[in-house]
T-cell receptor, first 112, second 116 residues
Framework: AQSVTQPDIHITVSEGASLELRCNYS??????LFWYVQSPGQGLQLLLKYFSGDTLVQGIKGFEAEFKRSQSSFNLRKPSVHWSDAAEYFC??????????FGAGTTVTVRA | DTGVSQNPRHKITKRGQNVTFRCDPI?????LYWYRQTLGQGPEFLTYFQNEAQLEKSRLLSDRFSAERPKGSFSTLEIQRTEQGDSAMYLCASSSLQRQGSYEQYFGPGTRLTVT
């Protein structure tokens, strides 16, 4: 069975600073990996995904993530955070692209 | 493309009552998914449909839960004899095959259920 750990429950970052959100997964084979963002009152929005190929994946809103098989990680990064990036971020893993297991999420607060 | 819609957005019910939620997927999306999200947790997969066929159900989906997708369009999720533990956000998502051969799930805003 697959599982996801997001070690950081809450992160506070200054506007303009860099952001890195950690995601560790457990899965026997090469997984499908995703990052979603959820703003209050909004549905989850896909930021990026990894299935195969280049391990550095570019997504929307200036986000990127790197798949590291040796560390079972898929960390999300953004070089310069905007106030609108304040939200909850979820990492998800699956054996395919339909049966996803989500982490508990990381809440990002952006201070001025 | 008007996005995935869910109704109602909020539902308060008394324990033991039945409730039904509706999900309207993005038109022409052939896959539809239901998830449950409790406070402080990520979404948990419940079930999914390809067209009108329900292809997989999680063990989380007890006998009190039933989902349908008649004619492969909208879907309903019914919970019978609700319990306080059913209080959660119920999320619906839909997808279709992308050019790169994968399915990207688009989520609705959810229905928040409170069982008193």
């Amino acid at each position: 069975a697959q599982s996801v750990t997001q070690p950081d429950i809450h992160i506070t970052v200054s506007e303009g600073a860099s952001l890195e959100l950690r995601c560790n997964y457990s899965y026997g084979a090469t997984p499908y990996l995703f990052w979603y963002v959820q703003s209050p009152g909004q549905g989850l929005q896909l930021l990026l995904k990894y299935f195969s190929g280049d391990t550095l994946v570019q997504g929307i809103k200036g986000f990127e993530a790197e798949f590291k098989r040796s560390q079972s990680s898929f960390n999300l990064r953004k070089p310069s955070v905007h106030w609108s990036d304040a939200a909850e971020y979820f990492c998800a893993v699956g054996p395919n692209d339909y049966k996803l297991s989500f982490g508990a999420g990381t809440t990002v607060t952006v201070r001025a | 493309d008007t996005g995935v819609s869910q109704n109602p957005r909020h539902k308060i019910t008394k324990r033991g009552q039945n409730v039904t939620f509706r999900c309207d997927p993005i038109s022409e999306h052939n896959r539809l998914y239901w998830y449950r999200q409790t406070l402080g947790q990520g979404p948990e997969f419940l079930t999914y449909f390809q067209n009108e066929a329900q292809l997989e159900k999680s063990r989380l989906l007890s006998d009190r839960f039933s989902a349908e997708r008649p004619k492969g369009s909208f879907s309903t999720l019914e919970i019978q004899r609700t319990e306080q533990g059913d209080s959660a956000m119920y999320l619906c998502a839909s997808s279709s095959l992308q050019r790169q051969g994968s399915y990207e799930q688009y989520f609705g805003p959810g229905t928040r259920l409170t069982v008193t």
